[in-house]
């Protein structure tokens, strides 16, 4: 008997998906895995032989093969990950070229906001994740204020020792 569907993770989900599409093991597993830019293809290549392996996606997959009717589209997530390929030259998964990121409403510096941003870097986030909320300026403008404000620079840089240290105190904590 086959397993059912419910068995299957959602990415697991998402691979059967794209395999059932385009019969690429590969170009599957980069779709659904959201594989980072410049992972060696062998590496992506084991991934791909234990999903392959498993039991329960093989069951689905031939349950879809006999009855295509079963597929259920999965809801995805907002669009995140790029369409990616695997690059002949060096055997590396590759992004392609998408489309421009709406832009964000232009934020103006401030002293205050300077030193948020430099709080939340203290403490261990990323500046993607901080410009990433409303009220926060693009990345690209936080560089820009780099460069023109040299207080704010200052303490940009002192906000990433601290993170660094933060950092380093956090794996030595787990190890």
């Given at each position: 008997m086959l397993k059912s569907s419910a068995a299957l993770t959602r990415r697991q989900e998402k691979f059967w998906h794209a395999y059932l599409e385009t019969g690429d093991a590969f170009a599957s597993y980069l779709r659904a895995y959201h594989v980072k830019d410049g992972t060696p293809r062998e590496a992506t290549e084991t991934y791909v032989a234990k999903v392959m392996a498993k039991a329960s996606v093989q069951a689905r997959i031939?349950?879809?093969?006999?009855?295509?009717?079963?597929?259920?589209?999965?809801?995805?997530?907002?669009?995140?990950?790029?369409?990616?390929?695997?690059?002949?030259?060096?055997?590396?998964?590759?992004?392609?070229?998408?489309?421009?990121?709406?832009?964000?409403?232009?934020?103006?510096?401030?002293?205050?906001?300077?030193?948020?941003?430099?709080?939340?870097?203290?403490?261990?986030?990323?500046?993607?994740?901080?410009?990433?909320?409303?009220?926060?300026?693009?990345?690209?403008?936080?560089?820009?204020?780099?460069?023109?404000?040299?207080?704010?620079?200052?303490?940009?840089e002192e906000a990433r020792k601290w993170r660094a240290e933060a950092r380093a105190d956090f794996v030595t904590m787990r190890c």
């Open positions: 031939a349950e879809l093969k006999e009855n295509p009717q079963a597929a259920v589209k999965i809801a995805d997530k907002p669009k995140k990950a790029k369409p990616v390929t695997a690059d002949a030259q060096n055997g590396r998964a590759r992004s392609e070229p998408t489309t421009a990121k709406p832009k964000k409403s232009p934020v103006t510096f401030t002293v205050e906001l300077g030193h948020r941003i430099c709080e939340e870097i203290a403490l261990r986030r990323s500046l993607a994740e901080i410009c990433a909320e409303p009220g926060f300026p693009s990345e690209r403008t936080v560089y820009q204020w780099r460069r023109t404000h040299q207080e704010f620079a200052a303490e940009y």
